[in-house]
């Protein structure tokens, strides 16, 4: 049988940085293939190319039997193309049946919207689905995860051919998820596509025929689901080498943190919620404990349970011995923590505000002197960063928006510094940012730790943790699942904990 | 199942619950009026009522599409009062021809609102507040600054004075149609629910495939076409082109829709609670102008404004505390 979709050569760049390199896809009809990938793999660059939201700059793409354009998300839905986001892409203050049939209503005299009709067909496909709700409400007022299958109703109700699921699990509990298998598999036994793209490797087993797996833009390889494991799909996503990894062997991964012994923070099997459900590590004076996982496996979770971000459902916080419960991030700040987050343009900098503003945000209480801002005191703070951490500006009032990723990033880290915090949470404080910038921020790190502070570091790139971390503690849906301690701390390593436990996951 | 197509009062209340206070409001000042007033109730009374307020509701409506949207239109006083001075020019030549020209001409900068906001890319606030400038010099340009007089001669002064039927003054009909008609294009054809759609979410509109420019394009347009409408409504009641009326009409207007429960950033209202709006905000005059006839108490103009000021007030804090819970609308994050 013919493929329903053949993407190849597929290239894209957004202002000279290449978003996809060298793609391809090839999906059969009524096949359930799995797209999996690092951050910044290009999965979501691919889908929004197939969905018609970006332009291709190079490659073909064929669907159904023909070369397709795909030049807007109303041109790919006609074609049979749809797509259920991450981010649900319904309209939840509007009713369950105007969400399915929006685009496509069922018509009296040729112009009138035939309600009875919409919510008869709208109630036929969802049935098909095992649920029965009524479809007039709002659709914000059903949980996430019928509103996902509202998503999916929606594409049926579109005869769509292709059928894309972006990380559709992410919010649901188990028992959702097995209903949304379930619509999966009635999707495939009508002969739709599904194109199904997860973080969580154990889904893939489960319902997918095969798998497209992409890095740095490339597809570097199509599998059959029955021929393969998942260590061998994590070393392909990360550009390793399965065998070698085996052939290493099972080093013992004992050690201990001798060198540290006054514990600053120790956290005992705390949760917050479905995506950090047991959470366990301690942190030393003097020690970067470094947070591993895949996407999704709670680390930024677990961060924000120790900033007061996420209140507690269970388990302990002690900070230097003592009970500590931060209801919010100002109760952590006081307690001397600091979080640089992971999202710099969102949480982080004030565009158009100067350097020396953004440095200063977060002090601004301490420099207040007769109700005004001590100008000399603030002047004296921020020449002191720009110098110690290297931060290249032509001048303290420069806007940050003109100065480098690096460079912004090191400001951030200079107003969180300058609160003289005992523990640093950083999440991908590197991201994003030039490899000299990078060499100096983790210096910077360093330098704070050798202070007599501690860091928890999370990073996705596995290399930057090897190398700065004491410890790491690795990640698995939601829990703290093992430990790894120096010497036994390299990247296969690493990589073999992850795989290990998502192995022993059933 | 029962049929979950028929009118269910309770049903309408729990989806609507943000428009219940104004039909409250509007029930209690009638009925607080007739029992008060002894030709509240007259014929006269109310059909001079409505004829007066025909072109505030007919702006309201409109308004009411361009916020659902999630926009809003701040050009429609300007607007009014340039096609008023239209109409009057173009009297001569009859109702059928004044009419629809002076509501093209409305049309005319709602498109070009349009145009800004959907291609410019411009924010509606800005852009609509530009084309307000520019209707009010326009409009004191073209009439220099004079009211014009239409022509008595013509049948054009018959739009505020004749009956249909007898009965009901003409811009009382033309404006009931206008209602029916909006009402069922929001709320039965696929037009008026993308327009819904694309407020509740623009990017999930956009996703789904919907039309949304053309949606927004439209309901600019209509907005425009009502204040041509209302500024006919204007020359003919008055007898005069006025390019010195509609100020502060855009903020009547968005009055009476916000009272009418649509939310002012889009997704969710209804054209009749928007007529319901307008004609509270209209009989908080109406009342106070009997309230003055019986002699006990005089307001003066500035002192009515006050009231009706605290009385919407009013009515708001009672639909956003009292009425108004949605937490049965769960956003996904």
Known sequence: MAPLLTMTGIKKHFGGVPALRDASLEIEPGEVHALIGQNGAGKSTLIKILTGLYRRDEGEVEFAGAPSHLSSPRGAQSAGIATIYQELNLVPLRSVSENVVMGQEPKSFGFMINWPEAHRRTREILSRFGIEIDVTAPLGSYSTAIQQLVAIARAVSMDAKLVIMDEPTSSLDSSEVEILFGVVRELKSSGVSVLYVSHFLDELFQICDRVTIMRDGKTVGCREIADTTKLDLIAAMLGRNADEIEAEGLTELAGGSAAFDEVVLDVDHVATGPRLSEFSMSLHRGEIVGLGGLLGSGRTEAARSIFGLDPLTSGTLRLNGREFKPAEPSEAIRARIAFLTEDRKAEGIVPDMSVRENLTLALLPSLRRNGQIDREREKELVSEFIRKLGIKTSHMDQPIRELSGGNQQKVLLARWLATKPDILILDEPTRGVDVGAKREIQAIIRTFVDEGHAVILISSEFEELVEGANRIVVMHEGKSVSELTNPGITENALVRALAHHEDATP | ?333
């Open chain 2, 1 to 333: 199942m029962l049929d979950q197509n028929a009118f269910d009062m309770r049903k309408y209340i729990s989806r609507n619950p943000q428009s219940v206070a104004v039909w409250i409001a509007l029930f209690v000042l009638i009925v607080f009026g007739l029992l008060r007033y002894d030709n509240f109730g007259s014929a006269y009374n109310i059909t001079s009522f409505l004829n007066y307020n025909a072109m505030f509701i007919a702006i309201s409506v409109g308004m009411c599409f361009v916020i659902l949207t999630g926009g809003i239109d701040l050009s429609v006083g300007s607007v009014a009062a340039f096609t008023s001075v239209v109409a009057a020019y173009l009297s001569p030549y009859g109702i059928e021809v004044a009419m629809p020209l002076a509501i093209l001409s409305g049309v005319g900068f709602g498109l070009f609102n349009a145009v800004c906001i959907v291609f410019g890319r411009i924010p509606p606030f800005i852009a609509t507040l530009a084309t307000m400038l520019g209707a009010k010099g326009g409009s004191l340009v073209i009439s220099g600054a004079q009211t014009i007089a239409v022509d008595w001669g013509s049948n054009f002064t018959h739009l505020g004075m004749e009956k249909a039927m007898g009965i009901v003054p003409w811009t009382i009909v033309l404006v009931g149609i206008l209602i029916i008609g909006l009402w069922i294009v929001l709320e039965m054809t696929s037009l008026g629910r993308t327009i819904l759609a694309v407020g509740g979410g623009e990017d999930a509109s956009v996703m789904m495939g919907l039309k949304v420019n053309r949606a927004k394009i439209f309901a600019y347009a209509l907005s425009g076409g009502c204040a041509g409408l209302a500024g006919v409504f204007l020359a003919s009641g008055f007898g005069a082109g006025q390019p010195l009326e509609g100020v502060g009409w855009e903020l009547s207007a968005i009055a009476s829709v916000v009272v009418g429960g649509t939310l002012l950033t889009g997704g969710l209202g209804s054209i009749p609670a928007t007529v319901a709006g307008a004609l509270l905000l209209g009989l908080v005059f109406n009342i106070l102008n009997f309230e003055n006839g019986k002699g006990w108490i005089s307001f003066s103009a500035y002192w009515q404004m006050v009231i009706r000021g605290a009385f919407l007030f009013a009515v708001i804090l009672f639909q956003t505390r009292v009425m108004y819970r949605r937490p049965n609308v769960e956003f996904a994050k």
